[in-house]
């Protein structure tokens, strides 16, 4: 017996929203027997995995709290990727945010108000956005391919939040540690659940998310992307300005970009230090491709990804699981996510392909 | 309306649980210590968190039974997730953490004022609450010892230095070796570079290479993989190592390594967890504590210089050999300190500038 794959004529559409199902299916039970071969109970490894880190309130407020980051930053890359708009350097315009964000809460350390957020918010999106203008910028006017100067610039804007805070920003009472000072109470996000730490950026990801949504599905500018990503000729004749898509894709993911880098260190962090991020602005390229650059899908990739961080910490807590393992074991997961997508396009057929037979 | 606690409230209801905890007393006698360690780094990575791992080892076979097994969490980023992971294992029954990386120290706070009958234990940083201990190694009496030894091997009087951050731990290892080093040879020069990481075996090697280049025949390192070592092996020239002994990766080359030793202070304070007598302390323990090591000097070192180096750690331990003694000058050949006076552990903690013999700037 032969085991093929036959091309479908048209993507399924069934198996669009299946394939995540039989995905997670075939993880589960690849990691019960890669728990099991190494003599660890497989159903409470898995119940520490998926389902002790979700258990409590607690819990859930973290798994928002990691998530928040990733769906937003998702959202806004897959406008981009929509329109074949590469910017890979949505860690550095996070970091930009974070900076510019995280400099008015300390230009005004020593004051209270409630004009403090909302101005560090959009100092924030400013911050990523302007440094999201530079691959614009460099593509549109000199034709500079946006992959390479957009992660390039990510290394710049991460040494210049280490030279803020080794110098000019560190903390006056802090011995030259690399950190600045703690933000006041009012440049913090409030929490909205005691005992936890969820907080206002959840809620912004989530219109975030709705906003994409529409935007995709209503908006002319939507549209244009899909045309100018699916049919770029099409997308020419019928007078779309492709600059122009360049420009708004990476405004829209270098500001939202900016915004969850101030999300994260008024939220969750609460001050300035050069490792503010452990990577978010690249794992949510791979949290837009999972979502399959739908702004739903988005924030669903961007809870499985966060609850599989979360779900490798309780397994080493738990179960002293290595650390190792749990990194196969993610990416096994991954693995699965994105193979299965050939079911998409391909269909299983087993036996010999009925061509005709020779004489 | 929803009601937005803020993280006023917040911190304000952990400072009353905190008050109330001492007001009962807090520490109580444990029937068994349950510990937990969070690691910035792997536990195989050949030097600072595998070090903290030996350590982790030593106390629970010094325990015996009076230790259930410990857990230890590898690779938390020092960002956001640092607090969820100390809370998760204050949660879960662990009555001493240890979060063994400066980037931990804001988040182990946060949590140790929700869990007062938790005891936490913060490595390198200086912020601390009744029940929470700081605890730090005197590197830089293991660097003195290691600026004798380059004062006596190097030939072109050039030593090379691989630093990490520009943060008074590092800075206080370079000052340390320069003054040791022209007590033995008064014209020798120390060259910096910075590599911005703890650990990257790329960017070190590239370092290591580049003062060589420079003249340096002598490799010192405060990075924790062993590529310095292996370049300087290649190269033909000196290096010591950090955090682990390093001789395996570079026999040759290899003069000494500082070696980190946790195990002890992590016994003493499981053992004070047990009797109820744990309390919250600022620990900075030198070689006579057991907090540092030198890894066996290479046998290519003459015999005499050997003994040299001996004694230094025997007159450190004894106290007799302060490593930032004066007379020491800066930079501009100011003395900053005189004879007879030695720079205090107040100063040394926020140490921010080069004695003389280092060549370039610190960055600021």
Redesign the interface.
């Given at each position: 017996m032969l085991l093929r794959l036959e091309p479908r004529g048209e993507a399924s559409r069934a198996m669009i929203w299946l394939t995540p199902v039989l995905s997670i299916l075939l993880t589960l039970t690849f990691g019960a027997i890669l728990f099991a071969a190494l003599g660890f109970d497989p159903l409470r490894a898995l119940a520490a995995y998926f389902i002790r880190p979700v258990s409590t309130l607690y819990g859930l407020g973290e798994l928002a709290l990691k998530a928040t980051p990733l769906a937003m930053i998702g959202v806004g890359l897959a406008l981009g990727f929509r329109a074949n708009v590469w910017n890979i350097g949505a860690e550095g315009q996070f970091t930009m945010g974070a900076i510019c964000g995280g400099g008015v809460a300390l230009i005004f350390h020593d004051t209270e108000g409630f004009w403090v957020l909302p101005l560090m918010a959009l100092a924030g999106i400013a911050g990523g956005m302007a440094y999201g203008a530079i691959p614009a910028l460099l593509r549109t006017r000199f034709n500079a391919n946006e992959i390479l100067t957009s992660l390039m610039l990510t290394y710049v804007a991460t040494l210049f939040l280490s030279y803020l805070v080794h110098g000019p920003w560190r903390d006056p009472k802090g011995l030259n540690f690399p950190e600045t000072r703690m933000f006041n109470a009012s440049a913090q996000l409030p929490g909205l659940l005691d005992g936890t730490r969820f907080n206002l950026g959840a809620i912004v990801a989530l219109l975030v998310v709705a906003a994409g949504w529409l935007l995709l599905a209503r908006g002319f500018i939507g549209y244009q992307i899909k045309v100018v990503g699916q049919a770029p000729k099409a997308a020419a004749f019928a007078g779309f300005d492709q600059n122009r898509i360049v420009w708004f894709s990476f405004l829209v993911g270098g500001g939202l970009a900016g915004l969850a880098g101030l999300i994260e260190v008024a939220g969750a962090i609460g001050q300035l230090h050069p490792r503010i991020s452990p990577g978010y602005g690249f794992t949510a390229i791979i949290v837009a491709f999972l979502g399959r650059l739908h702004p739903v899908g988005i924030l669903a990739a961007a809870l499985m990804i966060a609850l599989s961080y979360l779900g490798g910490e309780a397994a080493q807590i738990e179960m002293r699981l290595p650390l190792a393992i749990t990194g196969v074991f993610q990416g096994v997961l991954l693995f699965f996510l994105l193979g299965t997508d050939v079911l998409i396009r391909y269909r299983v057929r087993f036996g010999r392909p009925a061509t005709s037979r020779g004489g | 309306m929803?009601?937005?606690?803020?993280?006023?409230h917040?911190v304000a209801g952990a400072a009353a649980m905190a008050v109330v905890a001492a007001a009962a007393g807090g520490v109580q006698a444990a029937d068994k210590v349950k510990a937990?360690f969070v690691y910035v780094g792997?536990?195989n990575d050949n030097g600072w968190t595998s070090r903290h791992d030996a350590g982790r080892q030593e106390m629970e076979k010094a325990l015996g039974d009076k230790a259930e097994?410990s857990?230890?969490?590898?690779?938390?980023?020092?960002?956001?997730?640092a607090?969820?992971?100390i809370?998760?294992?204050a949660?879960?029954g662990h009555n001493l953490i240890f979060t063994t990386s400066?980037?931990f120290m804001?988040p182990t706070q946060k949590v140790a004022q929700r869990f007062p009958n938790v005891m936490f234990e913060h490595a390198t940083g200086?912020k601390r609450e009744i029940n929470m201990s700081t605890y730090n190694a005197r590197f830089y009496e293991g660097r003195a010892v290691a600026g004798l030894l380059a004062g006596h091997m190097t030939k072109t009087k050039v030593i090379g230095y691989i630093g990490s951050?520009?943060?008074?731990e590092v800075v206080q290892g370079i000052d340390a070796t320069t003054i040791a080093l022209r007590k033995v040879a008064p014209d020798a020069i120390v060259k910096v570079i910075w590599v911005?990481t703890w650990v990257d075996p790329g960017k070190e090697a590239d370092a290591a290479k580049a003062l060589i280049d420079q003249g340096a025949d002598v490799i010192m390192q405060h990075t924790d993989s062993s590529a310095p070592c292996q370049v300087a092996q290649e190269r033909g020239v000196w290096c010591v190592g950090q955090a682990s002994d390093q001789t395996r990766f570079a026999p040759k080359a290899h003069l000494t390594a500082i070696v980190d030793e946790w195990g002890s202070y992590y016994i003493k304070r499981a053992k004070a967890v047990l009797d109820g007598t744990w309390k919250s302390e600022d620990v900075w323990g030198g070689m006579k504590d057991g907090f540092l090591s030198l890894a066996p000097f290479n046998p290519a070192i003459p015999a005499d210089v050997r003994a040299k180096a001996d004694q230094a750690v025997a007159d450190i331990k004894a106290g007799k050999l302060l490593p930032f003694a004066g007379p020491i000058k800066n930079q501009a050949g100011a003395e900053v300190v005189k004879a007879g006076e030695s720079i205090p552990d107040d100063k040394l903690?926020?140490?921010?500038w080069y004695v003389e013999g280092v060549q370039g700037q610190l960055?600021?």
């Open positions: - | 929803t009601r937005f606690p803020g993280l006023r917040l937990a792997p536990v097994k857990a230890f969490v590898e690779n938390v980023p020092e960002g956001a997730d607090e969820r992971v809370q998760q294992l949660l879960s400066f980037g804001n200086f951050f520009p943060i008074p911005n903690a926020g140490l921010d960055p600021k």
